[in-house]
């Protein structure tokens, strides 16, 4: 089993308000990222865990704040956002955060803010 | 620092067709190579990989060799079909890059009956 998946599917916020995405996997990885792509551009990396614990973020503005409870979830919580964070949200896991082993993606969270 | 350079789209093809991608590299270490593809609305799919130099990955009638030589990982499929139409990208993981995948701008293909 190779799934990662991701709740939402789609948001909708206001520039108020406070949300989070979810990603769960139960593949047994340790390295969890997430991502932003906007349209017709490569996916963007923001955030990497590897073993539980932040071990890169891309310069990502503060409204941005993730959480990795477990080895198998991971969270990103959403406040005050502004108009142009409107994107997909990608969550990827991979065996590890060393070495070269493919990333798994889930399906994303499409988000918009008003 | 690392890049992936891929070919521009869209690629407009006819079903049965062949389909080839180029995609060139740099990397300073010793990079895995993959290709990603992304249908409309949906995440990226794993579609194949190369960890080393004259590795050939493969998956869904697709191939593509890791030259060396050449800095290349060009994607190939023999004849395609519609449901192939869909954005492929072209990534690089490096063995000093902490798992970061550095992706090329990716290339539209669209497939018609």
């Known amino acids: 089993d190779t799934e990662v998946t991701q709740t939402p599917k789609h948001l909708v916020m206001g520039m108020t308000n406070k949300k989070s995405l979810k990603c769960e996997q139960h593949?047994?990885?340790?390295?969890m990222y997430w991502y932003k792509q906007k349209a017709k551009k490569p996916p963007e990396l923001m955030f990497v865990?590897?073993?539980?614990?932040?071990?890169i973020n891309e310069s990502v503005p503060s409204r941005f704040s993730p959480e990795c409870p477990n080895s198998s979830l991971l969270n990103l919580h959403l406040h005050a956002l502004q108009p142009e964070d409107s994107a997909l949200y990608l969550c990827?896991?991979?065996?590890?955060?060393?070495?070269?082993?493919?990333?798994?993606f889930g399906p994303g969270t499409r988000l918009t803010v008003t | 620092g690392n890049s992936v350079t891929q070919m521009e789209g869209p690629v407009t093809l006819s079903e049965e067709a062949f389909l080839t991608i180029n995609c060139t590299y740099t990397?300073?270490?010793?990079?895995?190579l993959f290709w990603y593809v992304q249908y409309p609305g949906e995440g990226l799919q794993l579609l194949l990989k190369?960890?080393?130099?004259?590795d050939k990955g493969s998956n869904k009638g697709f191939e593509a060799t890791y030259r060396k030589e050449t800095t290349s990982f060009h994607l190939e499929k023999g004849s395609v079909q519609v449901s192939d139409s869909a954005v492929y990208f072209c990534?690089?993981?490096?063995?000093?890059?902490?798992?970061?995948?550095?992706f090329g701008a990716g290339t539209q293909v669209v497939v018609t009956p």
């Open positions: 990534a690089l993981s490096d063995t000093d890059s902490w798992g970061k995948l550095q």
């Open positions: 865990y590897s073993y539980e614990k932040l071990s």
């Open positions: 593949m047994g990885h340790r390295a």
């Open positions: 990397a300073t270490g010793y990079p895995s």
């Open positions: 190369a960890t080393k130099a004259d």
């Open positions: 990827a896991s991979s065996l590890t955060g060393t070495g070269n082993y493919e990333q798994y």
